[in-house]
C-alpha cells in the first residue's frame, strides 16, 4: 500500500492540516497541500494545461496507489479547491486519456474535518460516486470533529484515526486479494 494524503484546505496550518498531521504521524503516510500547487479551475478549451495540475497529478499517479482525500467542510461540501482538483480530473478523460486510465488501477479514501457533526452520508457521494466513475476503489471515509474552542481534536477523534487506518489497510488488502484472484 502506497498512500498519498491530499490536504485541501485554504490554509496550511489550520484544522485539515492537524488532522492530517495525526493521520501521517500514526500511518507513516506522506501528505501534500493542494494549497501549496497553483492550479485554476476546469476549462473546456484546456487554456490552463501548463499550469501545475497536470504535472502534480503526474507525480501522484507515478508515485502511489491510494489517494486519500482531506477536506474541511465548508458550506456542507468539500473545499472550493479541492473540488477544483475534482473537476481538473476531467483533464484526463479529455486531453489526458492515458493517464486517466492509469487511475483504473488506484484506490481512494476519504476523511473530512469541522467542528460539527452534522454530516450525512451523502457528504461522501462526490468522493464514492467519482471514484466508481473512474474505476477506482473506495475503501472508506471518517469525519473528524473538531475542538473549534482549542483548535485540537475532539475527544476521542484520534484514537478514531487509528481505527481508520487499520480499517483501510484491510480494505486494501481485501480488494488487492480480490484483484489478483
Ligand atoms: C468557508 C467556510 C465554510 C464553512 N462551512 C462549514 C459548514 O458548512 N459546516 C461546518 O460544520 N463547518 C463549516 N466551516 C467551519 C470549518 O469546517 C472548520 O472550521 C474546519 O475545521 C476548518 O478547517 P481548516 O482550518 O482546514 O480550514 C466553514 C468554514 C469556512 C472557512
Do not use: C
Not at 489517494?67 to 473540488?83: D, E, L
Not at 475532539?154 to 484491510?170: Q, V
Request: hydrophobic content about 35%; proline content about 3%; overall charge negative.
Amino acid at each position: 500500500m502506497h498512500p498519498i494524503i491530499i490536504s485541501g484546505s485554504s490554509r496550511n496550518d489550520g484544522n485539515t492540516t492537524r488532522v492530517v498531521e495525526i493521520l501521517s504521524n500514526h500511518s507513516g503516510w506522506k501528505y501534500i497541500e493542494l494549497n501549496d500547487y497553483q492550479f485554476s479551475y476546469y476549462d473546456y478549451q484546456h487554456r490552463n494545461r501548463d499550469d501545475q495540475f497536470l504535472p502534480l497529478m503526474r507525480n501522484l499517479i507515478a508515485d502511489y496507489d491510494t489517494f486519500i482525500f482531506a477536506t474541511p467542510v465548508y458550506w456542507y461540501s468539500m473545499s472550493g479547491i479541492m473540488k477544483v482538483f475534482f473537476d481538473r480530473i476531467s483533464d484526463l478523460l479529455t486531453i489526458e486519456k492515458p493517464l486517466g486510465r492509469k487511475l483504473r488501477t488506484k484506490k481512494m479514501a476519504g476523511i473530512s474535518a469541522s467542528g460539527g457533526n452534522d454530516l450525512e452520508d451523502l457528504f461522501w457521494l462526490p468522493f464514492r460516486e467519482s471514484a466508481k466513475y473512474l474505476g477506482m476503489d473506495y475503501l472508506g471515509d471518517l469525519h473528524v470533529k473538531m475542538n473549534s474552542d482549542h483548535d485540537d481534536l475532539a475527544l476521542g477523534m484520534e484514537e478514531e484515526i487509528i481505527r481508520f487506518i487499520e480499517k483501510l489497510k484491510i480494505r486494501y488488502a481485501q480488494n488487492h486479494f480480490r484483484q489478483h484472484l
